[in-house]
C-alpha cells in the first residue's frame, strides 16, 4: 500500500499550451500511446474533426459529448500517474481553456517551428505566469522549412519574456533535418521520416566522435552542428532547476509529433523535471498537498448531454488528503455536507468509477446544481482556494429574448450556463440591456442551440463592437463613480454587481489606463 506522500511524488498533472494547428493533438496522441492508452486516439481524432462543422447543432452535442470525454486523459508511464487537461484551442476556445490552466501544476507550450510564437500562445502563458506555473517548450514540426532556431529563442524570450534552456538542438531543417542533438547526453537522435514505432532509442548514438557524425551527417551538417553546441552551451548556461520551477526559465527540446521523433525525449524530461502536486492557496493559508485532509476545488463544469435531466459533471482538482467515495464532505460555499457516490475517474479514456483519488487527481463529480466554478470542498474547515478567476472576455453581443412570455426560462438558462462557465453576463447600465461576453466565438451557437432545447427559450444576438471588458476598481468610491458617469455607455455591471469597462479596441483601452490613474483595470477577477 503506498503511503499518501507516495501517490503524490508519483503524480503529474499537466496541460498542453499552443496556438491551433501547432501540433497539441498530434502531441498529445503520442503521449498516450507512450502511456500504452493507444485507442484514445480516436476519440481525439474525432473531436479534432467535429471542430470543422460546429456550426450543425447535431456536432455541437457530439462535441459537448467527446469533450468530457478528453477532458481529463490520465495515463500511466514508468511508475508515474499522468493526468493530462484538454485545453481546447480552436473554435471551442473558451473560458474552460484558461480556467483548465488553474488546475494544472506544469504546462508543456507546443510552438510550430515554421510560425514562432503566436496569440494564443501568448495569451495562455499570461494565464501560466499568474500562478507561476513551470513551462517546457516543444518546437514542433522541424521536419518541415521552419523559422532558425535561434530565431525562435529569440521570440520566446522577447514575445514571452521567458528565459530558454535548450536541452536539445536539431540539426538541419525541413527537407534537410536530419535529427537533434541532446546537451545532457551530448547524444544524437537520428531522423527517420519513416520510422513510425513507438521506441525510437534505435537510432540513439551516444558520445559520437566527429568521424562518426561525418560520416553520419556529412561534414558540412557535422562543422555547422559543432558550431551551434559551442556558441548554444556558452551562450545558454545549465539549467537551474529552481529557474524552471519559478516559471523564468523553460526548458526546451525539438522534434516532429508527427513523425513521433523527439516525443519521448520531451516525455522523459517532463518526469525529470516537471513538479509533482503544488502547495495551493486559500484565502486563509496554504494547504500542502500532504496534508492528511481532504481538500479540492472546482475548476469546470460540463452540463448532461441529456436534456431531461439536468445533472451536470463537475471537474474536481484534488490538492489535499485523500477523496474517498461515499464520504460526506462539508462545501464552504453553502456550508452544507455532500456525499458523491459515483465520483469518476478519468483514466486512459474509459470513465470508471473510483474509490479513491489522491492531490494532483482530477475527479468528475455528478451534481443536480450544488456545485460552482470556484467552490472548495473540504472535510470541516472552511477555507476557499483562491486563482480561480474570471478571464475578461473578448466577444460581445446583446442577447435579445425572442419569446417575452419565456423570459423566466431565459433568465434561468442564461444563469446556469454561466455558472457553468460558458459565457458571462452583463448588464449595461445606460439601457440595462443584456451582454453575452465570451473568449470563442462558438460559444453563442451553444448558447442559443442549448438556451431552445434545455430551457425552451428562443434568443438573437446583436453584434456589439467591443474587444474587452475590464473591472474597474478604485480606492476612491467618489472616483470610481465618476469614471462611471462619463462614460455610461461602456460600462456594465457583472453577475456581482461589480463594474466592468468595456473597450472598443486595445488603444482606447489603454488611453483610458493612462488618463485614469486612479482606476484600477483588472484583466481577470476572482470568481
Ligand atoms: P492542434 O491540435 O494544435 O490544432 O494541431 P494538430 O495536432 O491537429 O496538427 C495540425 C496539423 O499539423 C495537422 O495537419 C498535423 O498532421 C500537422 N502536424 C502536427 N505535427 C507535425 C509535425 O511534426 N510535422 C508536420 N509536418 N506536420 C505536423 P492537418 O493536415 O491539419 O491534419 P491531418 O489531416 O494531418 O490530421
Redesign the pocket.
Known amino acids: 500500500m503506498k503511503t499518501l506522500e507516495e501517490h503524490i511524488e508519483s503524480r503529474r498533472t499537466f496541460g498542453i499550451i499552443?496556438h491551433?494547428?501547432?501540433?497539441?493533438?498530434?502531441?498529445t496522441e503520442k503521449l498516450l500511446l507512450f502511456g500504452g492508452a493507444i485507442h484514445i486516439a480516436g476519440a481525439i481524432k474525432a473531436k479534432?474533426a467535429s471542430r470543422h462543422t460546429t456550426s450543425d447543432f447535431m456536432e455541437i452535442e457530439k462535441q459537448r459529448g467527446i469533450s468530457v470525454a478528453t477532458s481529463v486523459m490520465g495515463f500511466n508511464y514508468k511508475d508515474i500517474k499522468i493526468n493530462l487537461l484538454d485545453t481546447p484551442?480552436?473554435k471551442d476556445f473558451s473560458e474552460d481553456t484558461y480556467r483548465t490552466l488553474t488546475a494544472v501544476d506544469s504546462s508543456i507550450m507546443?510552438i510550430d517551428s515554421t510560425k514562432g510564437v503566436e496569440t494564443q500562445t501568448y495569451k495562455l502563458m499570461e494565464v501560466c505566469r499568474m500562478r507561476n506555473t513551470p513551462i517546457i517548450t516543444f518546437i514542433?514540426?522541424c521536419?518541415?522549412e521552419g523559422k532558425s532556431p535561434i530565431e525562435l529563442l529569440d521570440e520566446i524570450e522577447e514575445k514571452l519574456q521567458l528565459q530558454v534552456c535548450p536541452f536539445s538542438w536539431p540539426i538541419g531543417t525541413g527537407s534537410q533535418f536530419k535529427g537533434v542533438y541532446n546537451f545532457q547526453e551530448k547524444s544524437i537522435l537520428l531522423f527517420n521520416p519513416h520510422k513510425t514505432e513507438k521506441d525510437s532509442s534505435a537510432s540513439l548514438i551516444k558520445n559520437p566522435s566527429k568521424e562518426k557524425l561525418i560520416s553520419l551527417l556529412g561534414e558540412s551538417d557535422t562543422e555547422q552542428l559543432l558550431e551551434d553546441i559551442e556558441l548554444i552551451t556558452e551562450m545558454y548556461p545549465p539549467l537551474n532547476k529552481e529557474d524552471y520551477l519559478n516559471a523564468t526559465t523553460t526548458p526546451l527540446f525539438f522534434g516532429?509529433?508527427?513523425?513521433n521523433f523527439g516525443v519521448k525525449e520531451l516525455l522523459e524530461g517532463f518526469l525529470a523535471l516537471s513538479p509533482t502536486p503544488k502547495e495551493r492557496e486559500t484565502k486563509s493559508r496554504n494547504i500542502k498537498p500532504s496534508e492528511k485532509t481532504f481538500s479540492g476545488f472546482i475548476f469546470k463544469i460540463h452540463a448532461n448531454m441529456d436534456p431531461k435531466h439536468r445533472d451536470r459533471i463537475a471537474f474536481l482538482r484534488i490538492c489535499s488528503g485523500t477523496f474517498e467515495r461515499g464520504k460526506k464532505y462539508h462545501h464552504v460555499r453553502l456550508n452544507k455536507g455532500l456525499k458523491f457516490s459515483n465520483p469518476t475517474a478519468f483514466m486512459a479514456q474509459e470513465k470508471s468509477i473510483v474509490d479513491t483519488a489522491y492531490p494532483g487527481d482530477i475527479i468528475g463529480l455528478h451534481d443536480t446544481g450544488n456545485l460552482r466554478i470556484g467552490d472548495t470542498l473540504t472535510e470541516g474547515e472552511c477555507i476557499s482556494f483562491i486563482g480561480i478567476p474570471h478571464f475578461s472576455p473578448e466577444i460581445f453581443n446583446f442577447i435579445i429574448n425572442l419569446d417575452p412570455l419565456k423570459s423566466k426560462q431565459l433568465n434561468k438558462g442564461l444563469e446556469h450556463l454561466c455558472e457553468e462557465g460558458v459565457a458571462q453576463l452583463f448588464t449595461r447600465s445606460s439601457d440595462s440591456k443584456k451582454i453575452i461576453g465570451v473568449v470563442g466565438s462558438l460559444q453563442f451557437e451553444v448558447i442559443e442551440y442549448r438556451l431552445k432545447n434545455e430551457y425552451n427559450a428562443s434568443c438573437r444576438f446583436e453584434n456589439l463592437n467591443f474587444s474587452k471588458a475590464v473591472w474597474v476598481q478604485s480606492k476612491s468610491p467618489t472616483d470610481l463613480d465618476t469614471f462611471i458617469k462619463k462614460n455610461p455607455n461602456n460600462i456594465a455591471y457583472d453577475q456581482k454587481e461589480n463594474p466592468v469597462y468595456l473597450a472598443e479596441t486595445q488603444w482606447g483601452l489603454d488611453r483610458e489606463i493612462k488618463e485614469n490613474p486612479d482606476i484600477n483595470f483588472k484583466f481577470s477577477n476572482h470568481i
Do not use: C, E, F, I
Open positions: 499552443s491551433p494547428d501547432a501540433g497539441k493533438t498530434t502531441l479534432k484551442g480552436h507546443v514542433n514540426k521536419d518541415r516532429s509529433a508527427l513523425n
